[in-house]
């Protein structure tokens, strides 16, 4: 909507004892403080705001696409397997992974975007971007 991003994306690394959520924002140096600012009040909504049935539904729909759409590649398929045996100690099988996904209420998506905002942020950049100040300004507006 507001031409912040030419890309955006957020990833996770899951362990067994841990993991990692991670948000991607590709900008220009004039828009990095807005960009923060809107992927901040994003990421309060989603912990503190109800969540729309269309919103969920459309998330779980792109997830499971995504899984699919992770078998046409070979390595993709590798590294998925291996971190299932990493992580579950066996294979999952697609028809769980799809359940599971559909298992995931709104509460539970409210509850783990609290721990989220709540945990110690981190942000890495590349290039010019925010100082100290500013970080930590946006990083108390995710904690209400």
Request: hydrophobic residues 40%; neutral net charge; proline residues 3%.
């Amino acid at each position: 909507k507001r031409g912040l991003a030419y890309s955006l994306y957020t990833f996770i690394t899951a362990y067994q004892d841990g993991g990692l959520f991670g948000i991607y924002a590709g900008t220009g140096s004039g828009k990095v403080s807005e960009l923060l600012n809107v992927v901040a009040d994003e990421l309060y909504r989603a912990a503190n705001a109800p969540l729309g049935d269309q919103e969920i539904t459309r998330a779980r729909t792109q997830i499971k696409a995504g899984v699919l759409m992770s078998l046409e590649s070979t390595s993709s398929r590798a590294e998925r397997l291996a971190r299932q045996l990493q992580v579950h100690g066996r294979i999952v099988p697609l028809s769980e992974i799809s359940a599971r996904v559909d298992e995931v209420s709104p509460e539970d998506l409210r509850r783990v975007a609290a721990g989220l905002v709540a945990s110690s942020l981190t942000l890495a950049q590349l290039g010019p971007g925010v100082d100290a100040g500013e970080y930590g300004t946006i990083m108390q507006r995710l904690v209400g």
